[in-house]
């Protein structure tokens, strides 16, 4: 690579640098401003039509993908959810890091899409012109790879339903319980925690509590599932249940419960530092999910969930959490679904007023 483009990528970096303001917090595959002009300037360019193979599952790799407009479709396959990926997000990186590396999906086009295509040399080039923007790029793939691959053990570790049960039990109410009251405790299709498990994680919580944290609850439902079971049956409904669920689970950390109340209904009860910790976790659900696609023959299928969260009271009970966070869940709906709404809760918003007055 001349130096002359790596000139031009650091001119462009600076002025993108200089004219940049605060900016939303990026998805865990979306490039910011300044390493999308950077790509974009090193790379090449090359056009896909709908349906075009960019490449298979099992070939070496030796480029990293960026998506500059349309959609691209990830097929796993092994009973896995494939995944739709769009615009500034990128695929493909792990050959960057490591060399020639054996891909593991298929990447074909779901739209027509304009892609950045990067290969290493260049990427080596681009570590000495711009070491600050290409550590912040890698530092925030790895995080994603990781993630990615921490997710793929607990995909197959839930094929065997007794070790699902097992694990889930043991991260969701810690206690010496018995194989019996584990399965109680768990909701059977989808390895969450079941209300029973809910209701006794309650009665230990106030033992659990985070020093400068707030309780918030989530409260997630699948939009349109009855649409879905009719056109596809009770299989495939079944299986979007577990992969939503998952995507639920995902967004979880060690301290919070995860749980399926019941039919297409998930809470994520959570001790969070914030509203804005609250809604970039609906937020992460909400990404998570659209990018899920499920194969129905000749077809596939995308779902969405619609989401309603509150801050809870410390003081308040389960039955006031539920409501609030169940109003905001009211309003998502009604805007359509495929999307949140947060509220700061009944309880919540009393006691502010009282220390306003």
């Not at 319980?177 to 309650?202: H, I, P």
Request: charged share 25%; hydrophobic share 40%.
């Amino acid at each position: 690579m001349g130096s002359d483009r790596l000139e031009a990528a650091d001119d462009q970096v600076q002025m993108m640098s200089a004219a940049a303001t605060a900016r939303a917090q990026l998805l865990p595959r979306q490039l910011s401003d300044e390493e999308a002009a950077l790509f974009a300037a090193v790379g090449t360019h090359r056009t896909v039509q709908p349906g075009e193979l960019i490449f298979r599952r099992g070939e070496l790799g030796r480029s990293m993908f960026i998506v500059e407009s349309g959609q691209i479709q990830l097929e796993f396959g092994d009973g896995m959810p494939d995944k739709l990926i769009g615009p500034r997000e990128f695929f493909g990186e792990l050959v960057l890091f490591i060399g020639s590396h054996t891909r593991v999906a298929n990447a074909v086009a779901a739209t027509t899409a304009d892609l950045c295509i990067v290969d290493q040399p260049t990427f080596e080039g681009l570590i000495t012109a711009q070491p600050r923007l290409l550590a912040q790029f890698m530092r925030r793939s790895f995080s994603y790879l990781v993630a990615s691959e921490q997710q793929l053990i607990q995909s197959l570790k839930r094929r065997n339903e007794d070790l699902m049960v097992t694990l889930d039990s043991l991260r969701q109410t810690r206690t010496q319980l018995s194989t019996a009251q584990r399965l109680v405790q768990t909701d059977e299709l989808s390895g969450l925690c079941n209300r029973r498990g809910l209701y006794l994680f309650l009665e230990q919580l106030p033992e659990q509590r985070l020093p400068g944290t707030v309780l918030a609850l989530l409260l997630v439902d699948l939009d349109r599932f009855k649409q879905i079971n009719d056109r596809c049956g009770h299989l495939v409904g079944d299986q979007v249940l577990r992969a939503i669920a998952e995507e639920v689970q995902n967004a979880a950390s060690s301290t919070d419960l995860p749980c399926r109340l019941g039919g297409d209904e998930f809470a994520l009860l959570m001790q969070v530092t914030g509203e804005e910790e609250l809604c970039a976790r609906a937020t992460q659900i909400i990404h998570a999910v659209r990018m899920l696609r499920f194969p129905t023959g000749s077809d596939s299928l995308g779902v969405s969930v619609s989401i309603g969260g509150s801050l809870c009271a410390e003081d308040a009970d389960w039955a006031v959490w539920y409501s609030d966070a169940d109003a905001a869940l009211y309003e998502a709906k009604g805007r359509g679904g495929d999307g949140y709404e947060i509220v700061a809760g009944t309880a919540v918003a009393h006691e502010a007023l009282r220390r306003a007055l």
